[in-house]
Structure formats: C-alpha cells, structure tokens
C-alpha cells in the first residue's frame, strides 16, 4: 500500500457517530465521574480529543512515536529549546529561518544558551564547530530561503557521537518529501502553517519525537506552557494533510519548471533549487526523493536591493506576502521580510543577498505563473530604463 493510500486512511472515522471528517471538540473543560476520574480528558489545556488525533497523524507520517501541537511554529521552537538549560549550546545551520534567529538570539542568549552558526551542508563544518557543550543541533534541510542540503544521517551520526540532540525543520521538504526521523535525527519540527495546512488559512507547530521519553518531555512543557493548538485549527491541519501528497507533487512538478524557466533568463543570476543539477547539493537531494518541494529561490544579475524589491511589486499570480506553501503563488523578498531581523552581514554571509527572491509556487497552472513571471521581468526593466533616463536629465 502507497504512503498516500496509508496517510487517508490514517485519519480515523469518528467511532461513536461514523463521521468521516474528525470531529471538532470545542469544549474548554469535561465532566467528570469523580474527581480524577473521568474518560481520559480533564481539562482542554491539557488534552483534546481533536488535537490528539492531528497529534496521532503527524507521529505516524514522520515515523516518529509522539506528535505535540503548539499554537505556531514558534511555539514549537520555544518549547523545544525549553529542553536545555544555561550553558548550553545550540550549534545551528547559518541560512535560518528570521524568526527562528530572533528567539535564539533575542530571547534565549540572555538565558545563558549560546548559539554557533555554520553551513551544515558541509560535514566538515559541523565538525569543526560542536564543542562539548552543544547540546542541539537544528537543522533546516532545505534551509530558508537559499535552499541548501544537509546529509541528515551524517550528521545525526555526529549528534550521536557527541551525545547531543538533532532536530530537523522539515516544513519545506514536508513528511512527503523526507523523514528525517527515519534517518536519524531525534526530533522533527514543522510549520505547520505552511504546506501541512496548505492553504494559508491557519497558524500552527508541530513537533514529532523519536522516543517516547523525549516526548513526554515535551507534552509536560506544552502542557505547562500553554501554548496548544486549538480545535478548529487541529481540524484544519488534519482537513490540509489529507490532500498533502497531492499537493506537494504538484508544487514540485510546477517548481521544477519555474527553477529552469528562472535559469536560463537573461535577468537572472543564480537559481536556488535542489532540483536542479546545478545546485551544490543536488546528488544529496536526489538521493533522499524524487521531488523537490515548491520552493525556488534566485537572484537578480542587478544585485541591488531596489531591483528586487522592483519585481516584487510587479507580479500579479504570485502574491507580494510572508509564508508559502499555500496554494496560491507567493513572492518574497527575504531581505526586507522573513529574515529582516537577521543582521545584513550576516544574512549576506550566509546567501540571503539583497536580490534574492523567493518564490512559493501553488497550485496554478505553471504556464500561467512562467508567463506571470517573464510580465514582470520585463515591466521591471523598463522601470530601470525609465529610472536611468530620468537620472540622466
């Protein structure tokens, strides 16, 4: 039986109506036979029965043995980094995620935990920078927004070695794509947000555990915390993931044609996406599946800030907006959005110049979104010519 096949039919009938759609408990509290006795639930915080079963699925589509949700892929990120204690050490991929560097930084350097930064897509790097006190080691594979690859089984081998924990952002490549727990890694994390939703209509993390243990260690901090998905949004992930497989083939599909469409156009530099044979890392990403996600990336051979953010505003299918995964089209611009918050030498250091685009492409038809793309390269460049000559008078 296919994974996909397995996947539908993972989402249970409801056992006391036949409901073939999970049912949504919106209750805040449940009534008890005694005190502490009751059917399994005491208090929504806690649990529910709607969130547990999304909890149930995603464990299951990442081959994990314990699924937490959280109010946003945030929440998540917060309360897996709740796992260590000062004087721990983060070593962490360079090219991360704005929101991701900002709660390292901002929030929990002030705590005591350090974080290191390194190109993960080369072993040696991860070598040369964990020391004894790495505790974690976090890892976006395809990073964002430069889509970058690490091996995940050799550097779950390293983690291994050194006794320290690997966690893996697996929003971009999606459960469909790669899992990394299958190969190695102690902990997976997602946006759920993004292509697991799929449809931009909800905010909401993820976690998936190797071992119980380690999941419970997290169910006792989202519960203690509080910041738990509710109801209606743990229905609206389950709703998305039945229809994910479908929908991440077909984001690949169209983003292969993007990416090719984007290399051999004269405006454009440099193409980011793994599955292009150009790409660095292409070998490692073939290797692992036989789609590579919905995301492309690339640069402008107008390296400026101002080119960009040009061609941005010119697109009409693809959507000037934060996020992606949606079936609708999005276009960013890393540097002014989603990693803003990351200092520019250092975002630059990692990849994110000031002309790169993202790109998110949906679910329209792709001869739709190459045209829309090639429109705006053109009314970009005539924005240019017009600027020129205006400075020239």
């Known amino acids: 039986m296919s994974t996909a096949t397995q996947l539908i039919h993972s989402i249970p009938v409801d056992p006391l109506t036949g409901a073939i759609s999970v049912p949504i408990y ?85 705590f005591g935990i350090h974080v290191n930064y390194t190109d993960t897509s080369n072993i040696e790097n991860v070598l040369s920078s964990i ?14 927004p430069t889509l970058k690859i690490s091996d995940i089984e050799a550097i779950a081998a390293i983690a291994k070695a050194h006794n320290c924990l690997l966690c893996v952002d697996n929003t971009f490549a999606s459960p469909v794509l790669q899992q990394p727990i299958a190969l190695g890694a102690d902990i997976v994390i997602h946006s759920a947000t993004k292509y697991l939703g799929g449809h931009s209509d909800l905010i909401a993390g993820l976690v998936i ?22 109801p209606f949004d743990s229905w609206l992930v389950i709703r998305g993931i039945e229809t994910l497989h479908l929908r991440v083939k077909q984001h690949s599909n169209s983003a292969i044609e993007v990416a090719r469409f984007l290399e051999n156009h004269p405006a454009v530099d440099k193409v980011f996406y793994p599955g292009l044979p150009s790409h660095p890392n292409h070998s490692i990403a073939k290797k692992r599946s036989k789609y590579f996600g919905g ?34 089209s999005l276009v960013s ?37 190459i045209a829309d793309l ?20």
């Open 333 to 369: 611009h890393p540097a002014n959005m989603t990693h803003k918050s990351i200092p520019a030498e250092k975002r630059r250091a990692a990849g994110v110049s000031d002309s790169l685009i993202r790109l998110s492409v949906g679910l329209e038809d792709v001869e739709d979104l």
């Open 131 to 144: 020391t004894p006190k790495t505790k974690l080691i976090w890892l976006e594979t395809p990073t964002n």
């Open 209 to 230: 555990t190797k071992t119980q243990e380690l999941g419970d260690k997290l169910k006792y901090i989202q519960n203690a915390c509080g910041a738990i998905l509710a």
């Open 26 to 110: 919106q209750t805040s509290t449940y009534v008890q036979e005694a005190p502490g006795v009751n059917k399994g639930y005491d208090y929504a915080r806690s649990n529910n029965p709607t969130r547990g079963t999304l909890e149930q699925i995603i464990a299951q589509l990442e081959k994990g043995t314990t699924g937490i949700a959280f109010a946003s892929g945030l929440a998540a990120i917060d309360a897996i980094v709740k796992l260590l204690q000062s004087g721990d050490e983060i070593l962490a991929v360079d090219d991360i995620y704005g929101g991701a560097f900002r709660l390292f930084t901002t929030i929990y350097e002030k």
């Open 295 to 328: 995301i492309v990336s690339f640069t402008l051979k107008d390296d400026t800030e101002e080119a960009a953010i040009r061609f941005v505003t010119q697109t009409h299918l693809f959507k000037l907006a934060e996020s992606l995964g949606g079936i609708k």
């Open 374 to 393: 090639e429109l705006s390269f053109e009314k970009t460049a005539a924005v240019s010519v017009s600027t020129e000559s205006l400075a020239f008078l």
